[in-house]
């Protein structure tokens, strides 16, 4: 029967089935952090069980780690959970990126750079952005504290089945337009519910196009439209990526060579039947950026704010509290906004081609002087690899603020937050209320539309830069 | 886990759509290694104002609804991040159901009324989440505008939400078979997991011929 991608690795995967429906699924790949893992431990520990595979769970620390030094955590409950990970880590076994590790970084980007992301594998992670690593045909979704425990305790995960929509794009995405653009104008067409329940597959030739990094941030915000995962078949393009230096879980050699003969099959049957299907033209697509308080809130950057009646997927009482919220008026263009604080990194845009992107609009370049504008490198990886390219520099001499590896302002849970009324163009993935600080507003834009708007001091179009 | 087979109590509505669990429990409660102390910090953006004293306009502040046990909220209740801790702090309150609407958005296009990461964190802790139609629950928020909170009877073996008083009102609604077991035994999943460790064994034997282990990592 022919099958979907989907399909294909998750029949790889099934240990058993049950009679109410779940099955037991087989975990190939474990990541862990500090926020979401310290219960899990806990509870292993109460119910004196072991971690079963540790040879296949990593850890870092990226939530709660500050930027601007690795000396120590100035927050006591913070460097008590990162201290709580790193006993945890060692007392079970478990590989460890500790905050002075070359390597730290946010997990869903050390992940991948260390080719402990395989394709056709199954990874979890407490952690929703987990849908990240789909990007290299992998199954790979975020769990709650409960579940990591199990699978901490027996390498598996009980699930359902989801349902399988797929995701067409067509048309040359044109120049100074992002893969960042593609996942937020899916987003606003879906709407942030419309993928809850399936497990995405994004294809198409722009698709193809893109590199790993840029499939990544598609893939990354599959769960922003609902969906736990997102899918995009391996080809050259992920091969090549795998095949490079420096990723020591990686298989080399003949085994990468048999690896890739298996991988090359990870592809949906021709006549495989999707529950859902969705083209997307992006041959005139806009750079996007949010206005609200939801990613499907979004708009062309040459739009303006829209009236409460006029949004799909939103009721107008919630748009209106969104708007409220934001201080924003229907009508008002989004490049009208002003902006205080312009935010560069993320599991979304942190990689190295996000911050070269930015890199080459600032080159020369001054950015306003009201504007405040932080670049976070996703690790500390891409961080040495920023500075060996003079990246650093570039936002040094045009007035930003050049950091270590983490999380950072996407969720402001260690120092890097907005004061109350702040507004920030950021790169990341979520702009729900007050989740970049209390009281703070978000417009999620792509590396390209941040770089813009900080020289601007406005929301700003970036394509002027790519003429 | 605490197990579910019925509850009987008061309800609060806080009818907003796409209600994230960023809402639910703010980052900076989330640096606890502990599982339990959420509950006081529930909705914390819109519960307290901004020197920290309660917001007495909001529900969960307002006298009628102490000691709530169901949340009526609106559809995609619990999007965004994965954090368990949301479901902790809702239980923790005092909650033990949550209802909200799945909604039609085109004929055949169900909108779920849960975000998926949330619904298993619920199950997999004892909170009940209950989707009606978007027509029930609107009758639910009408019925608490016009009388103050109502009471009901949630009812999981029959799969029922009644509502007290007149007229008294059953709804009726779907979970999975898997969910409706773990809820009513209260199954610690590990425990059930770790009986079927021969399978598993085996399917590692056969699978990870096929699948490069992760244990060759040099200098990490």
Same mark, same amino acid.
């Given at each position: ?78 460097? +008590? ?176 060579? +048999?690896?890739? @003969? ?16 969705? +083209? ?153 209320? @007050? ?33 | ?21 960023? /809402? ?113 629950? /609107?009758?639910?928020?009408? /019925? ?77």
């Amino acid at each position: 029967m022919a099958a979907t991608l989907y399909d294909k690795i998750w029949h790889e995967h099934v240990v058993r089935e049950y009679d109410d429906g779940s099955v037991l699924l087989y975990v190939d790949r474990h990541l862990l952090h500090e926020v979401t893992s310290p219960q899990a431990f806990e509870g292993l520990r109460l119910a004196g069980r072991r971690v079963r595979r540790p040879d296949l769970v990593l850890a870092t620390v990226d939530h709660n780690v500050p930027t601007r030094h690795r000396d120590s955590v100035s927050d006591p409950v913070a460097a +008590e959970q990162i201290a709580a990970l790193q006993r945890n880590a060692k007392e079970y076994g478990i590989r460890y990126l500790g905050l002075s590790h070359p390597e730290q970084g946010i997990v869903h980007v050390v992940g991948p750079e260390l080719g402990f992301t395989l394709p056709g594998t199954t990874i979890v992670c407490g952690d929703s952005h987990t849908s990240t690593h789909g990007a290299f045909g992998a199954l790979a979704f975020g769990i709650g504290t409960s579940e990591v425990e199990h699978v901490l305790a027996t390498q598996t995960i009980r699930i359902r089945k989801s349902q399988t929509f797929r995701v067409r794009f067509v048309g040359r995405l044109p120049a100074g337009v992002t893969a960042k653009d593609m996942i937020l104008y899916f987003i606003g067409l879906v709407g942030p519910a419309g993928g809850t329940g399936f497990v995405l597959e994004f294809c198409g030739d722009p698709i193809r196009a893109l590199s790993m990094e840029e499939r990544m941030t598609v893939c990354n915000m599959s769960i922003e439209a609902g969906a736990r995962a997102g899918l995009i078949a391996p080809d050259k393009v992920t091969f090549d990526y795998i095949a490079a230096d420096d990723r020591p879980f990686a298989p080399r050699g003949r085994a990468l060579h +048999e690896a890739i @003969s298996r991988w090359e099959k990870l592809v949906s049957d021709y006549d495989a039947q999707f529950d859902r299907e969705m +083209e997307l033209n992006i041959a005139s697509l806009e750079p996007q950026v949010t206005w609200g308080t939801s990613p499907g809130m979004v708009t062309g950057i040459s739009g303006k704010v829209p009236e409460p009646e006029e949004v799909e997927h939103f009721s107008a009482d919630d748009v209106a509290k969104s708007l409220t919220y934001a201080r924003l008026k229907p009508g008002q263009k989004m490049v009208d906004i002003p902006i205080d604080v312009v935010f560069l990194g993320s599991c979304t845009n942190g990689r190295l081609t996000d911050l070269r992107i930015a890199a080459e609009i600032l080159k020369g370049k001054k950015i306003s002087p009201h504007v405040r504008m932080i670049v976070v490198p996703g690790s500390e990886r891409i961080r040495r690899h920023a500075e060996q390219m003079g990246l650093d520099k570039i936002f040094r001499e045009a007035g930003a603020e050049w950091r270590h590896a983490g999380c950072s302002m996407c969720l402001a849970m260690n120092e890097d937050r907005l004061d109350p009324g702040q507004r920030c163009a950021s790169t990341t993935n979520r702009n729900f209320e @007050s989740r970049q600080g209390h009281d703070s507003i978000t417009h999620l834009v792509s590396p390209a539309t941040a770089a813009a708007s900080a020289i601007a001091g406005h929301l700003s179009d970036p394509r002027e830069y790519f003429t | 886990m605490q197990p579910f087979v019925k509850c009987r109590g008061k309800l609060a509505v806080l009818y907003r759509a796409n209600i994230d669990t960023d /809402q639910i429990i703010p980052k900076q409660f989330l640096k606890s290694v502990a599982r339990t102390g959420y509950g006081e910090n529930l909705f914390f953006e819109w519960r307290y104002d901004a020197s920290g004293r309660p917001d007495p306009s909001f529900v969960l502040n307002r006298p009628e609804y102490d000691k709530a046990t169901i949340l009526v909220a609106g559809n995609n209740f619990g999007c965004g991040s994965s954090r368990e801790h949301a479901v902790w702090a809702l239980m923790q309150f005092g909650f033990r159901a949550v209802v909200a609407p799945w909604k039609e958005e085109s004929p055949g296009k169900r909108i779920p009324a849960f975000a998926d990461i949330f619904r298993s964190n619920s199950t997999r802790n004892g909170l009940l989440t209950i989707e009606l139609t978007t027509d029930e629950v /609107q009758w639910l928020v009408s /019925q608490d505008r016009k009388y103050g909170p109502l009471e009901a009877t949630v009812d999981l073996v029959s799969q029922t939400i009644t509502v007290q008083g007149t007229p008294r009102e059953t709804f009726h609604f779907e979970i999975p078979p898997d969910d409706k077991k773990m809820l009513l035994q209260g199954l610690d999943h590990i425990d059930t997991t770790l009986k079927d460790l021969g399978e598993i064994e085996r399917f590692e034997r056969k699978h990870n011929v096929q699948m490069p282990t992760a244990d060759k990592s040099p200098g990490l």
